[in-house]
């Protein structure tokens, strides 16, 4: 198996030029049509950090399951939870199409190799959190998928077509109990204020470094496999997100957002781009605590792993190869 990190391959001016036609034809790449080693390399390090982000992702709000306040929220929220691992499967299947191997990828992600989406470094400290994920994080998510749903490589695009579908329920879900809460008792809203005043920041995060900081975005642009520049995302995502608090008399914590009649965007102040590296150098509130679930998971599911193995075996059909 090739190290996807290496490339080995010297692609032929004529194969790049043939591909780059393609793409700028809006042709979708199949995984085994030629494709440049390094556009495998990208879109191996974009689903791998991706799937891994989805997994861990459930770490935060799987925090809450039992201690959703009821029966209905419970059965939501474990439903989302789910969804989240079924999402990361999706994404493992994608990148498994490049040649890379599922488990070469989760060893990168327990060894501290491979990166996961920053904002589930961050803890749920009350149940108005669940709400605001559901929120902000799954919104920023799906601002973010639509767009990779319609990249250049069609397994991931057809992986995030599908993840979308679910996110929306999961941003549903989570709107609704920020609504509930903001028209509660006092001490709900104030909760839910807290959660809010929290989470923005760090979500405005998610799209990634301002432009002129993002290193793969010119190369990701050119092949199709982003269709838009982090920025754009993030601003689009504040677009939709601010009148979603006005309508649920949510503040957000920005006294410099303001309505921009020129551009007829909403502008918003400075991030705080110190912290971003900070977490994902590994120095935020919960990496250590999401690295040890993760790595206590892979070893108390050895015996799970090792069953399923020794099932398949035991039901594959010797004179076929196919599992029965
Ligand atoms: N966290 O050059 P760029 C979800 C890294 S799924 C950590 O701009 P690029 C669903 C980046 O990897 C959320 N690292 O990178 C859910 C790069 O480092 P590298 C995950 C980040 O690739 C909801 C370096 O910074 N979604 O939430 C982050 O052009 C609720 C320079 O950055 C995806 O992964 C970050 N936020 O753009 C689940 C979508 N941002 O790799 C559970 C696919 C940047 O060179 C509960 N990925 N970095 O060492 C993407 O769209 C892109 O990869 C970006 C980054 C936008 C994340």
């Keep these: ?29 199949e995984p085994k049509d030629w494709m440049p080693e390094r556009y495998r390399q990208q879109l191996v390090r974009m689903i791998s950090q991706h799937a891994h982000s989805e997994v861990v992702g459930m770490l935060p709000e799987g925090n809450w399951i039992t201690r959703a306040p009821m029966l209905r929220r419970k059965m939501g929220l474990l439903a989302k939870v789910q969804d989240e691992a079924g999402h990361g499967m ?3 299947c994608a990148a498994e199409t490049l040649g890379v ?3 070469e990828m989760i060893e990168a992600l327990l060894q501290g ?30 601002v973010n998928q639509t767009m990779l749903a319609k990249c250049s490589y069609g397994p991931y695009s057809r992986a995030n077509l599908r993840i979308c579908k679910e996110e929306n329920f999961h941003k549903r879900q989570g709107y609704e109990i920020v609504s509930t809460l903001s ?49 754009e995302l993030r601003q689009h995502f504040v677009d939709i997100t601010v009148p979603q608090a006005a309508a649920v008399n949510l503040a957000l914590p920005d006294p410099n957002l303001r309505f921009d009649e020129a551009s007829g965007h909403w502008k918003f102040g400075e991030i705080d781009w110190s912290e971003f590296y ?45 599992g029965a």
């Design 1 to 29: 198996m090739p190290d996807p990190m290496m490339p080995e391959a010297i692609d032929s001016a004529e194969q790049l030029r043939r591909f780059e036609k393609r793409i700028a034809a809006g042709e979708k790449i």
């Design 90 to 92: 999706y994404l493992y």
């Design 101 to 103: 191997d599922r488990r």
């Design 113 to 142: 190799k491979a990166k996961y989406s920053h904002i589930f470094n961050y803890p749920t400290l009350a149940w108005a959190d669940i709400g605001v994920i559901g929120w902000f994080v799954d919104g920023a998510a799906i």
């Design 183 to 231: 028209s509660g008792t006092p001490k709900q809203r104030e909760m839910v204020q807290d959660a809010v005043n929290r989470w923005w920041w760090p979500s405005l995060m998610m799209f990634g470094p301002p432009d002129a900081s993002s290193p793969n975005s010119a190369e990701l642009l050119r092949w199709k496999i982003k269709l838009h520049s982090n920025d």
């Design 278 to 322: 900070e977490v994902i150098k590994g120095n935020g509130p919960c990496n250590r605590e999401r690295m040890k679930a993760r790595r206590d998971a892979d070893t108390e599911g050895a015996w799970v792993r090792a069953a399923a193995r020794a099932y398949a075996e035991k039901h594959t059909d010797t004179t076929t190869g196919a």
